[in-house]
C-alpha cells in the first residue's frame, strides 16, 4: 500500500506513475492502480461529526461532487471512532454515493467497543467508478449506534475525496 501524506486543496492534481492500494474489509478487497487513476485531484472534504444519544442511522460527513468534476472515479476515505459508556456499543458506518437523495450504500464498516472503552483508527476506504459523472455526485458517511446512551459515541473525524 502506498501511503500518501499531503495537503490537497481544491483542483490540487497528484500525478503518479504508479500507485497501487489495497484495502481488504470483511472479506471484500479493493485494489486501485495506476491503470485506473493516474491523476488524482482533490474533490472536497468534511470535517469531525459525531451521533451520540441515538440509535438512528445519521449523515456525519458529506461531500457534494459537481457535474463534470470527476471524469473515471473516486477514492473515498474516512476516519472513524466508536466509544461505549456502560454496555458494549457497535458503531455501524456506511459510505454511501450517488445522486443527491438516491445515494447508495457502497461499503458498510462495523466497529465494537467494549465497555468504558473505544476503539481507535477505524477507516472506510473505497473505489467507485460506476456513477454518471455529467452530473452532481454525493458521498455520505452515516453512523449509527447500537445503544442509545450519552457516553455510546459514533464519531467520523474526516472524509477525504479525491477523484481523476
Given at each position: 500500500m502506498v501511503l500518501l501524506d499531503?495537503?490537497?486543496n481544491e483542483g490540487?492534481?497528484?500525478t503518479a506513475g504508479v500507485i497501487t492500494s489495497t484495502s481488504s474489509v470483511n472479506g471484500i478487497t479493493t485494489t486501485?492502480?495506476?491503470n485506473t487513476l493516474t491523476k488524482l485531484k482533490y474533490v472536497g472534504s468534511d470535517t469531525v461529526d459525531t451521533i451520540n444519544n441515538s440509535v438512528a442511522e445519521t449523515t456525519l460527513a458529506t461531500v457534494l461532487i459537481p457535474a463534470n468534476t470527476v471524469v473515471r472515479g473516486i477514492i473515498v476515505s474516512s476516519s472513524v471512532q466508536v466509544s461505549a459508556g456502560a454496555a458494549v456499543n457497535s458503531g455501524t458506518f456506511r459510505v454511501k454515493?450517488?445522486?443527491?437523495?438516491s445515494e447508495a450504500t457502497k461499503q458498510t464498516v462495523i466497529l465494537v467497543a467494549a465497555?468504558?472503552?473505544s476503539r481507535d483508527g477505524g477507516s472506510c476506504l473505497f473505489y467507485d467508478n460506476t456513477q454518471t459523472w455529467n452530473a452532481d455526485v454525493t458521498v455520505l458517511i452515516t453512523g449509527q449506534n447500537s445503544v442509545d446512551g450519552s457516553t455510546d459515541v459514533s464519531?467520523?473525524?474526516q472524509l477525504v475525496v479525491t477523484g481523476d
Amino acid at each position: 500500500m502506498v501511503l500518501l501524506d499531503v495537503d490537497f486543496n481544491e483542483g490540487d492534481i497528484l500525478t503518479a506513475g504508479v500507485i497501487t492500494s489495497t484495502s481488504s474489509v470483511n472479506g471484500i478487497t479493493t485494489t486501485i492502480n495506476s491503470n485506473t487513476l493516474t491523476k488524482l485531484k482533490y474533490v472536497g472534504s468534511d470535517t469531525v461529526d459525531t451521533i451520540n444519544n441515538s440509535v438512528a442511522e445519521t449523515t456525519l460527513a458529506t461531500v457534494l461532487i459537481p457535474a463534470n468534476t470527476v471524469v473515471r472515479g473516486i477514492i473515498v476515505s474516512s476516519s472513524v471512532q466508536v466509544s461505549a459508556g456502560a454496555a458494549v456499543n457497535s458503531g455501524t458506518f456506511r459510505v454511501k454515493i450517488g445522486p443527491t437523495g438516491s445515494e447508495a450504500t457502497k461499503q458498510t464498516v462495523i466497529l465494537v467497543a467494549a465497555p468504558a472503552g473505544s476503539r481507535d483508527g477505524g477507516s472506510c476506504l473505497f473505489y467507485d467508478n460506476t456513477q454518471t459523472w455529467n452530473a452532481d455526485v454525493t458521498v455520505l458517511i452515516t453512523g449509527q449506534n447500537s445503544v442509545d446512551g450519552s457516553t455510546d459515541v459514533s464519531t467520523c473525524y474526516q472524509l477525504v475525496v479525491t477523484g481523476d
